[in-house]
């Protein structure tokens, strides 16, 4: 039971546009929502998170959305950058610690 | 800087050999320290929660037996796959830290490749 998930494997986008990327959950009781930027042979590291009180946050180029009624995240990256090229994983936790992630999606930068 | 060190980043060894991993907090101390596992293209998978001082607790399909794992100071955890056979072969990684609206940190990983 798949509770986390990222629906589109790869996307692709042009330097200096918007990247925006998806995650859907089934969960109702997550309540604490990461974006994770991971590259090959490495640890994932944090992005952002957003808490279920909220429906926007925002850092710098980063900013997440969520549609709670939806059961809806978004991580939207503006303007997008060759270095941010990346596996991208959205994770959900109910009552902090235990994360669920999604399957990744491979975002690809072209200069 | 690093927040979790994992150690080591690579190991390749003969089937049946023992490998221990070990996941360090750097500047904080973790009660709870996580446990994954990731297939080439595939999600992070939780394997177990380990828990200082106790128990570890395993996901549903994760055999204790063969992934030992020991938390016995707040800033170490190790993981050993005992017994390895090459379908163990995984990118192993721990992560420490969370809990509320705290982001979990994560290392840098362990490739292991069973022969």
């Known amino acids: 039971d798949q509770q986390v998930k990222q629906n589109s494997p790869s996307l692709s986008v042009q330097e200096g546009r918007i990247s925006i990327l998806n995650c859907d959950y089934t969960n109702s009781m997550f309540d604490y929502f990461l974006w994770y930027k991971k590259y090959p042979a490495e640890g994932p590291t944090f992005l952002i998170s957003i808490s279920s009180i909220k429906d926007k946050n925002e850092d710098g180029r980063f900013t997440v959305f969520l549609n709670k009624s939806a059961k809806h995240l978004s991580l939207h990256i503006v303007p997008s950058q060759p270095g941010d090229s990346a596996v991208y994983f959205c994770?959900?936790?109910?009552?902090?610690?235990?994360?669920?992630f999604g399957e990744g999606t491979q975002l690809t930068v072209n200069p | 800087g690093a927040v979790v060190s994992q150690h080591p980043s690579w190991v390749i060894c003969k089937s049946g050999t023992s490998v221990k991993i070990e996941c360090r907090s750097l500047?904080?101390?973790?009660?709870?320290m996580f446990w994954y596992r990731q297939f080439p293209k595939q999600s992070l998978m939780l394997m177990a929660t380990?828990?200082?001082?106790?128990?570890?607790?395993?996901e549903q399909g994760v055999e204790k037996d063969k992934f030992l794992i020991n938390h016995a100071s707040l800033t170490l955890s190790t993981l050993t796959v005992t017994s390895a056979h090459p379908e163990d072969s995984s990118f192993y990684i721990c992560s420490a830290g969370g809990g509320g609206v705290q982001p979990q940190h994560f290392g840098d990983g362990t490739r292991l490749s069973i022969l």
């Open positions: 994770a959900a936790s109910e009552g902090g610690s235990r994360l669920t």
């Open positions: 380990s828990n200082e001082g106790s128990k570890a607790t395993y």
């Open positions: 500047d904080f101390q973790a009660t709870t």
